[in-house]
């Protein structure tokens, strides 16, 4: 039998139990949903001259959702910033959003510190540590989501309670009719990427199995597709501990494209994803479908994934959802607990050693 459907295989290897956690999504969206209700952002100053996300890895993704999700109709600036420092053009007429898990990486501390410094107005969004100190000190508002969770299976509390919090504050309007629409899809993919649906009618066991063990990369296009493409690019490596690669048309058709022309015995072990939209216009859609012509043959497989949802949140989050789970099924393949992330805990350890 396939380690896929074999419910006591799964369990062995998934020792943390990420695999329920990543089922769990639709709870976590409806939990996170509340979460803000709940949060009171009176305080919260709501006239801002732009908006930005401090963050790093699964905690810096909720700044790049939102990003793609607003950037098209929002008229200030949003600016992700994934590092120690803060630009200089982020003034005190900023609202600068700190998402860190944990609550203890050094680079979102520390360009927090210099928002505070700035006199930025600050909101924070952590499950506790240091970041959770520095906010209640400062007497800024302090999002708490529930701790005990890999950043990576916490997405639903990192970026749902951002993003709603603008809405909140007057900054963007959220339809109530998307976040139905994405919570309701999410529900009936649950049950159809569930380890009880069997290899043979899950999406999400399905791609994994492509995969196997060929080296994949991810191709998205401008916007919410290069958000998402990003997004499972960090789960494959983080989930299956495998090297995988994103990059994004239009941008790729300038540079990448020439790559794939030598080294094929090497590139034919290497799976190609492609996300595709219904309403890519015709020259991105033309894009895409010359790019795979010129490039096929030095590729393993190309597989084009269709996008499903009305509305962008259902669209990026249905995405987000099949390569999460793809990306833990990948990693219980290959006979690898999905939840520890050794390397990462060795650097941070490193680091500490500085201080
Ligand atoms: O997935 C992970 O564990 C990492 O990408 C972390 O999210 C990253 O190191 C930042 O940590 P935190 O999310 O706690 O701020």
Sequence with gaps: ??????????????????????????????????????????EVRKKNNGIAFLGMGGSGFAGDIIKALIKDDINIPVEIVKGYKLPAFIKSNWLVVAVSYSGDTEETISAANQALERKCETLIICSGGKLEGIGRRESKVVIKIPPKLQPRGAIGYLFLPAYLALDKLGLIKVNSADIEEATNLIKLKAVLYSRKNSSDRNPAKKLALKISDRLPIIYGTEGLLTAVSYRLKCEINENSKTPCWCNNFPELNHNEIVGWERLKDITKKFILLIFREKDETARVKKRIDVTINIIKENIGEIIEIQVEGKSKLARALSTIYLGDMASVYLALLAGVDPTPVEKIKILKEELEKLN
Excluded at 16 to 29: A, P, S, T
Aim: charged share 35%; hydrophobic share 40%.
């Design 1 to 42: 039998m396939n380690i896929l459907d074999d419910m006591n295989r799964i369990k062995e290897i998934d020792k943390n139990g990420i695999l329920k956690v990543e089922e769990d999504f639709y709870q976590q969206l409806l939990d996170a949903r509340e979460i803000i209700q709940n949060a009171d952002l009176s």
